[in-house]
C-alpha cells in the first residue's frame, strides 16, 4: 500500500523558512514523478512544484526563486523547501506522486500559514 505522510508545515512570518518533507512507503519515489500542491481556502489545488524520474523541476511561476524541491532517495523522501515565504503561500501543501504504473497517490497535507 502507498502512503505519503507530509510534515514540517506551521506558522512563519512573511520572509520566514520553512521545510516540508514527504515520507513515501510502497512505492519507490526515485522512479515516480513527485510533487508538491497546496490549496488556499475557496480555491483550487495548484501545482506548486514537480521533480521527476530524472531529478528534472518544475516550479509554478508564484514560487519559482523561492523554493525548491529534492529528493532523497535512500530515504524515500520528498521535500519542499520555501524560503522568503509571503503571506499568499498560506494553504494547505499536500504531496503526490504518480507511480510508474500511472497511479496517482497523495498525502494528507500539511498546513502552512505565513502571518505576522
Known amino acids: 500500500q502507498v502512503q505519503l505522510v507530509e510534515s514540517g508545515g506551521g506558522l512563519v512570518q512573511p520572509g520566514g523558512s520553512l521545510r516540508l518533507s514527504c515520507v513515501v512507503s510502497?512505492?519507490?519515489?526515485?522512479?515516480?514523478?513527485a510533487g508538491w500542491y497546496r490549496q488556499a481556502p475557496g480555491k483550487q489545488r495548484q501545482l506548486v512544484a514537480a521533480i521527476t524520474s530524472d531529478g528534472r523541476t518544475d516550479y509554478g511561476d508564484s514560487v519559482k526563486g523561492r523554493f525548491t524541491i529534492s529528493r532523497d532517495n535512500a530515504k524515500n523522501t520528498v521535500y519542499l523547501q520555501m524560503n522568503d515565504l509571503k503571506v499568499e503561500d498560506t494553504a494547505d501543501y499536500y504531496c503526490?506522486?504518480?507511480?510508474?504504473?500511472?497511479?496517482?497517490?497523495w498525502g494528507q497535507g500539511t498546513q502552512v500559514t505565513v502571518s505576522s
Open positions: 510502497g512505492t519507490i519515489i526515485g522512479n515516480n514523478r
Open positions: 503526490n506522486t504518480l507511480t510508474v504504473g500511472g497511479i496517482m497517490y
